[in-house]
C-alpha cells in the first residue's frame, strides 16, 4: 500500500483515468463493430465520419496509438468504399 499522501493521490487519479478511457475505447470499438456489420452503404456512409472522428479522439488523447488509429481508420474506409 502507499506510504505517501501524494501516492494515494495518484492512485486515485489514474483509476479515475482509467475508467473513463475504457469507457471510451469500448463505446468506440462497438462503434466500428456496428459499421463494419452493416452492409448499406447509405447507413455506413453515415457512421463513417462519427467513427473516424471517434478513433480521432481516442489517438490525440494516447488512449490507442497514433499508428493503430491510422489502421483502423484504412480498414474501415475499404469497408465503406467496398460497400
Known amino acids: 500500500m502507499a506510504n505517501h499522501?501524494?501516492?494515494?493521490?495518484?492512485?486515485?487519479?489514474?483509476?479515475?483515468?482509467?475508467?473513463?478511457?475504457?469507457?471510451?475505447?469500448?463505446?468506440?470499438?462497438?462503434?466500428?463493430?456496428?459499421?463494419?456489420?452493416?452492409?448499406?452503404?447509405?447507413?455506413?456512409?453515415?457512421?463513417?465520419?462519427?467513427?473516424?472522428s471517434m478513433i480521432d479522439k481516442l489517438a490525440k488523447n494516447n488512449i490507442i496509438h497514433k499508428n493503430k488509429a491510422s489502421n483502423l481508420k484504412s480498414k474501415i474506409t475499404v469497408k465503406v468504399n467496398s460497400l
Open 5 to 52: 499522501k501524494s501516492a494515494l493521490k495518484r492512485i486515485r487519479q489514474s483509476e479515475k483515468k482509467r475508467v473513463h478511457n475504457k469507457y471510451y475505447a469500448k463505446t468506440t470499438r462497438n462503434a466500428i463493430k456496428a459499421l463494419h456489420s452493416t452492409s448499406d452503404k447509405e447507413e455506413a456512409t453515415k457512421l463513417y465520419p462519427e467513427v473516424i
